[in-house]
T-cell receptor, first 114, second 105 residues
Framework: GAGVSQSPSNKVTEKGKDVELRCDPISGHTALYWYRQSLGQGLEFLIYFQGNSAPDKSGLPSDRFSAERTGGSVSTLTIQRTQQEDSAVYLC????????????FGNGTRLTVT | GQSLEQPSEVTAVEGAIVQINCTYQTSGFYGLSWYQQHDGGAPTFLSYNALDGLEETGRFSSFLSRSDSYGYLLLQELQMKDSASYFCAAGKSTFGDGTTLTVKP
């Protein structure tokens, strides 16, 4: 596609429910990143996929968070047993290589946990 | 670990020049990038410095001094549409908290 696509754009869920956020990166981009951004804050790194290598999960805040990337393309971020502090915008980005090429971001999913 | 510091807010007038500084502490270094984010929008890439010196892209320039662990983004001929948040980033995993630039007429 022309850019990074994320869905849904908005998600409201009740505390304790599980949610799945989807990211469709730019075709051909081997690197895919997930970030979390709270209101007025910077981007908090969550997880990084590079090709077929094992993902870098060092940013995941708890074991309630997990992500997978199927076929080296689409990625899903799953948050189990959501808490109110999980409310944030979740941004996905892709790049053509791991370190030196720019990130291309999707428009994010705004998650609200009530 | 890595951390980056940048001013939280900067205000300037239309047509002026503004500089947004970024200092960093890193255990490894993969260059300094700058991103722009308008309210409610996605961050967009502006500039990247892997080596010391100045990179120029139109009205925007970015500078890096690795010996000083310091960089800046320079915006010239400011326009109202430049009002946004600007983030410096070390590699892909560490971002500063962002500088909110307000351009006044």
């Amino acid at each position: 596609g022309a850019g990074v696509s994320q869905s849904p754009s908005n998600k409201v869920t009740e505390k304790g429910k599980d949610v799945e956020l989807r990211c469709d990166p730019i075709s051909g981009h081997t690197a895919l990143y997930w970030y979390r951004q709270s209101l007025g804050q910077g981007l908090e790194f969550l997880i990084y996929f590079q090709g077929n290598s094992a993902p870098d999960k060092s940013g995941l805040p708890s074991d309630r968070f997990s992500a997978e990337r199927t076929g080296g393309s689409v990625s899903t971020l799953t948050i189990q047993r959501t808490q109110q502090e999980d409310s944030a915008v979740y941004l996905c980005a892709s790049s053509s290589t791991g370190d030196y090429s720019p990130l291309h971001f999707g428009n994010g999913t705004r998650l609200t946990v009530t | 670990g890595q951390s980056l510091e940048q001013p939280s807010e900067v205000t300037a007038v239309e047509g002026a020049i503004v500089q947004i500084n970024c200092t960093y502490q890193t255990s490894g270094f993969y260059g300094l990038s700058w991103y722009q984010q308008h309210d409610g929008g996605a961050p967009t890439f502006l500039s990247y410095n892997a080596l010391d010196g100045l990179e120029e892209t139109g009205r925007f320039s970015s500078f890096l001094s690795r010996s000083d662990s310091y960089g800046y983004l320079l915006l010239q001929e400011l326009q109202m549409k430049d009002s946004a948040s600007y983030f410096c980033a070390a590699g892909k995993s560490t971002f500063g908290d962002g500088t909110t630039l307000t351009v006044k007429p």
